[in-house]
């Protein structure tokens, strides 16, 4: 044992001070860690959310082209088994833009169809969110084999810029 002038050994006479506070500053790191960890599950579950969000406005787009291009196939006339090309046409619906920039001009369509489809998507509260009446558009190209392209934008209110799902079909 290690004893100094005084007659006291060093581990009873300085053991003691040394340690005090210790405990608190384990307990307060302890705490850190744990808010850290909470912190992060919510970071998480908070992502998770906006993923489900989006993939359910992506199948709602996918099932709003899926439903135009049915009521193109099934309401275009025919003349002796071969499409008619102008009743074709009938169902193009703001021919300029890009899809990229979701921001669609033109003629709308003629067809009754095509107008109710485009107000249902932009329907507020069961439509696509942030979606306008500019933001689909129905191309047809007939040079091209009677193509068919369907674009549907929709903008959440934290994305930064619009989604766009298209849809390309080619009526027979």
Known sequence: ???????????????????????????????LIFSLGILSLVAIQTAAMSAQNDAQFRIEAANYADQIMSQI??????????VDTVS??????????????????????????VAAWSGLIAQAG??????TAAMHQIL??????????VTVCWKSPLDAGPHHHTLVSFIN
């Not at 100094?4 to 302890?30: P, S």
């Not at 196939?73 to 071969?82: A, E």
């Not at 074709?88 to 169809?113: E, I, K, R, V």
């Not at 069961?126 to 979606?131: F, V």
């Open 140 to 149: 047809v190209d007939t040079a091209a084999y009677n193509k068919v392209t």
């Open 88 to 113: 074709l046409g009938d169902f193009q619906h703001q021919a300029t833009g890009a899809a990229s920039s979701c921001d669609f001009s033109g003629d709308t369509a003629a067809n009754a169809l």
């Open 1 to 31: 044992m290690l004893v100094n002038m005084t007659g006291k050994d060093f581990c009873t006479a300085t053991g003691g001070r040394g340690q005090r506070g210790v405990f608190l500053i384990e307990a307060l790191i302890g705490i």
């Open 73 to 82: 196939w099934l309401n275009v006339k025919r003349n002796s088994g071969t």
């Open 126 to 131: 069961t439509g696509l969110p942030g979606s």
